[in-house]
C-alpha cells in the first residue's frame, strides 16, 4: 500500500465512524427504518456491532478519545441492557473485557462475567447444542440456528474467556463456532446457508446469504484469537479450522469480478451487497495473516476493498448495505431487501479499515 492509498484508508475510516457516532436523523434518509438502522443509544445487536467496530477502530488507531466515546456509549446505554437477555442483544458485551482493561472499572469485568454465566448456563439452546437464536423483537425462532450469534455473542463470550482465563468458557465459545459451521455449512461448496431449523430439518429458504457468510468469514478469527490459546482439544480445534479454511477459500471463490459478493453467493445476477463484503473482505485479511488460510487469498481482500473504499460517501455513509434481514422466504426475496446506511454496514466496513490500518 502507497502512502496515498494509506491516507485515503485513514480518511475514510474517520469518515465512517463520525457517521456512525455522530450523524443526525435528518442525515439518515427519509424511509420508515431510519431510527432502527441508525439510532445507536440502543442495546441491541445493531449498535452492538457499530460500538465493536468503534472499539477496534479506537485501537487500531491509539486515538484514546475514541474509546472515551466508547465508554460514555455504555454510560449512557447500559441501563437498556437491564430490560432485555436474548443471544441476539448480546454484541454490546464484546467491549467489556477492552474497557477493563483500558479503565479498571470493576463494573465491566462483573457485568461481562455475569453474561458469560448466564450464556453458558441458562441462554436457550438447541438440541445440537448450539445457542438458540433468540432475539429482541416479539419473535421466537424454536430450535434455529442463525449464522449471525457467531458473531453477536460468541465473540463476546470468547474475549470474556480470555479476560478472566476460563477454560470452559473459551472452549465453549469455540465449540459454538464449530456446532454453527456443522449446522450450516453446505458440504458440497463449503459456503453457509443463513439458518438452520432443527424441528424440520432443513436449511429453510437455503439461502447462501452474503452476510451470513461474512458474520463468520469475519468472527471466528476474531475468537480464535481470543481462545484459541485456552482450548485443550486438539479435535475442535482441528475441525474448527478445517471448516473454516473451505468456508474462506469457498468465499474467494464466489468474489464477482468489480471485487464484492452478491447478497446471494451463488446467485451472481443479484444486486452487489457492501457490509457481507466487508466481512467478508476483513476475513479474507484475517485469516491469511493468522495462517489460516494461504497468502494466494491476499488479492481477493485487497480487491475487495479495493471496490468497498468507494462506496463511502464525503458524509461518511455507506452505502449498497442492505437492511435488516430474517431467514427469508426464498433466496429472491433477499434480493429484494432495500439498501440504506445501517450501523452494522457502518460497523462492518470500520472493521475491515481498521484491519488494513492496523496491519500496514
Same mark, same amino acid.
Given at each position: 500500500? $502507497?502512502?496515498?492509498?494509506?491516507?485515503?484508508?485513514?480518511?475514510?475510516?474517520?469518515?465512517?465512524?463520525?457517521?456512525?457516532?455522530?450523524?443526525?436523523?435528518?442525515?439518515?434518509?427519509?424511509?420508515?427504518?431510519?431510527?432502527?438502522?441508525?439510532?445507536?443509544?440502543?442495546?441491541?445487536?445493531?449498535?452492538?456491532?457499530?460500538?465493536?467496530?468503534?472499539?477496534?477502530?479506537?485501537?487500531?488507531?491509539?486515538?484514546?478519545?475514541?474509546?472515551? *466515546?466508547?465508554?460514555?456509549?455504555?454510560?449512557? $446505554?447500559?441501563?437498556?441492557?437491564?430490560?432485555?437477555?436474548?443471544?441476539?442483544?448480546?454484541?454490546?458485551?464484546?467491549?467489556?473485557?477492552?474497557?477493563?482493561?483500558?479503565?479498571?472499572?470493576?463494573?465491566?469485568? *462483573?457485568?461481562?462475567?455475569?453474561?458469560?454465566?448466564?450464556?453458558?448456563?441458562?441462554?436457550?439452546?438447541? =438440541?445440537?447444542?448450539?445457542? *438458540?437464536?433468540?432475539?429482541?423483537?416479539?419473535?421466537?425462532?424454536?430450535?434455529?440456528?442463525?449464522?449471525?450469534?457467531?458473531?453477536?455473542?460468541?465473540?463476546?463470550?470468547?474475549?470474556?474467556?480470555?479476560?478472566?482465563?476460563?477454560?470452559?468458557?473459551?472452549?465453549?465459545?469455540?465449540?459454538?463456532?464449530?456446532?454453527?459451521?456443522?449446522?450450516?455449512?453446505?458440504?458440497?461448496?463449503?459456503?453457509?446457508?443463513?439458518?438452520?431449523?432443527?424441528?424440520?430439518?432443513?436449511?429453510?429458504?437455503? %439461502?447462501?446469504?452474503?452476510?451470513?457468510?461474512?458474520?463468520? %468469514?469475519?468472527?471466528?478469527?476474531?475468537?480464535?484469537?481470543?481462545?484459541?490459546?485456552?482450548?485443550?482439544? =486438539?479435535?475442535?480445534?482441528?475441525?474448527?479450522?478445517?471448516?473454516?479454511?473451505?468456508?474462506?477459500?469457498?468465499?474467494?471463490?464466489?468474489?464477482?469480478?468489480?471485487?464484492?459478493?452478491?447478497?446471494?453467493?451463488?446467485?451472481?445476477?443479484?444486486?452487489?451487497?457492501?457490509?457481507?463484503?466487508?466481512?467478508?473482505?476483513?476475513?479474507?485479511?484475517?485469516?491469511?495473516?493468522?495462517?489460516?488460510?494461504?497468502?494466494?487469498?491476499?488479492?481477493?481482500?485487497?480487491?475487495?476493498? %479495493?471496490?468497498?473504499?468507494?462506496?463511502?460517501?464525503?458524509?461518511?455513509?455507506?452505502?449498497?448495505? =442492505?437492511?435488516?434481514?430474517?431467514?427469508?422466504? =426464498?433466496?429472491? %426475496?433477499?434480493?429484494?431487501?432495500?439498501?440504506?446506511?445501517?450501523?452494522?454496514?457502518?460497523?462492518?466496513?470500520?472493521?475491515?479499515?481498521?484491519?488494513?490500518?492496523?496491519?500496514?
Amino acid at each position: 500500500m $502507497n502512502n496515498r492509498s494509506r491516507t485515503d484508508i485513514q480518511e475514510a475510516a474517520r469518515r465512517v465512524y463520525h457517521f456512525m457516532m455522530h450523524s443526525k436523523p435528518e442525515d439518515w434518509g427519509g424511509h420508515v427504518w431510519t431510527d432502527w438502522a441508525m439510532n445507536i443509544d440502543k442495546w441491541d445487536w445493531n449498535p452492538g456491532v457499530g460500538i465493536i467496530a468503534a472499539a477496534e477502530y479506537g485501537r487500531a488507531t491509539g486515538d484514546s478519545s475514541v474509546l472515551q *466515546e466508547v465508554e460514555g456509549w455504555v454510560r449512557r $446505554n447500559r441501563g437498556q441492557s437491564e430490560e432485555v437477555r436474548v443471544i441476539n442483544s448480546m454484541a454490546p458485551y464484546a467491549i467489556f473485557p477492552q474497557l477493563y482493561k483500558a479503565t479498571g472499572d470493576v463494573y465491566y469485568l *462483573e457485568k461481562a462475567v455475569e453474561i458469560a454465566e448466564w450464556m453458558v448456563e441458562q441462554a436457550p439452546r438447541t =438440541s445440537e447444542g448450539a445457542f *438458540e437464536h433468540t432475539v429482541t423483537e416479539n419473535a421466537r425462532f424454536s430450535e434455529q440456528i442463525w449464522a449471525d450469534t457467531v458473531f453477536m455473542a460468541v465473540l463476546f463470550l470468547a474475549r470474556t474467556a480470555r479476560l478472566t482465563g476460563n477454560r470452559k468458557h473459551a472452549e465453549e465459545a469455540l465449540l459454538q463456532a464449530l456446532l454453527h459451521l456443522r449446522a450450516l455449512q453446505d458440504e458440497d461448496t463449503g459456503l453457509l446457508f443463513h439458518g438452520w431449523d432443527g424441528s424440520a430439518g432443513n436449511w429453510m429458504s437455503a %439461502a447462501r446469504w452474503n452476510r451470513a457468510n461474512g458474520w463468520n %468469514a469475519a468472527g471466528i478469527p476474531m475468537i480464535l484469537e481470543e481462545a484459541e490459546k485456552l482450548c485443550r482439544d =486438539s479435535d475442535l480445534l482441528h475441525e474448527l479450522k478445517y471448516r473454516y479454511g473451505r468456508l474462506i477459500e469457498a468465499l474467494a471463490a464466489c468474489q464477482l469480478p468489480g471485487g464484492m459478493w452478491p447478497t446471494v453467493l451463488d446467485r451472481p445476477g443479484f444486486y452487489e451487497e457492501t457490509s457481507g463484503s466487508a466481512a467478508i473482505a476483513l476475513g479474507l485479511y484475517k485469516a491469511v495473516r493468522m495462517e489460516l488460510a494461504s497468502e494466494q487469498l491476499l488479492p481477493y481482500a485487497d480487491r475487495a476493498l %479495493a471496490a468497498i473504499v468507494p462506496m463511502v460517501a464525503a458524509t461518511g455513509a455507506v452505502s449498497g448495505v =442492505s437492511g435488516g434481514t430474517p431467514v427469508l422466504e =426464498s433466496e429472491r %426475496a433477499y434480493n429484494e431487501v432495500p439498501l440504506f446506511p445501517t450501523l452494522y454496514g457502518q460497523g462492518l466496513v470500520l472493521l475491515l479499515l481498521s484491519e488494513v490500518i492496523e496491519q500496514r
